[in-house]
């Protein structure tokens, strides 16, 4: 499978200009980084063949404060994802062990701080 880097760029008016220098002529815009890249597999397939198959290396340019921005938030947002795969391994341990104890589902719920459906559900994933 053939991989051709998309180089993304905003213009003056605020449109995502997005070529492939590989494929002399092979450009588009987008009014979002997500339609641009659309796009260039549309364009792409003008040009080469397997376009729609092949991967694209997206090489989106922006002001560095910016990407720091979004490096920071793509961080955030793992480090939540982490905390909450955790809490919720913590939390079907505990239903499992207040359940087995003798508790209701209801009154596993009420000392968790969950609703009663939340701890099915939890049992249920084990």
Same mark, same amino acid.
């Given at each position: 499978m053939a991989t051709y880097r998309v180089v993304i760029e905003r213009d003056e008016d605020g449109s995502w200009? =997005?070529?492939?220098?590989?494929?002399?002529?092979?450009h588009t815009y987008g009014?979002?980084?997500?339609? *641009?890249? *659309?796009?260039?597999? %549309? *364009?792409?397939?003008?040009?080469?063949?397997?376009?729609?198959?092949a991967d694209l290396d997206e090489d989106?340019?922006?002001p560095t404060p910016l990407l720091r921005a979004a490096s920071t938030g793509?961080? =955030?947002? =793992?480090? =939540? %994802?982490?905390?909450?795969?955790?809490?919720r391994e913590a939390l079907r341990g505990a239903a499992a062990t207040l359940t087995a104890g003798g508790l209701s589902r209801r009154d596993a719920a009420t000392l968790l701080g969950i609703s009663h459906q939340r701890v099915q559900q939890l049992l249920d994933e084990r």
């Open positions: 200009l =997005a070529h492939v220098p590989s494929v002399p002529g092979c009014r979002s980084i997500r339609q *641009a890249l *659309a796009r260039t597999r %549309e *364009a792409l397939a003008l040009w080469v063949d397997g376009a729609d198959t989106i340019r922006v793509r961080k =955030a947002r =793992a480090r =939540a %994802e982490a905390v909450a795969v955790a809490s």
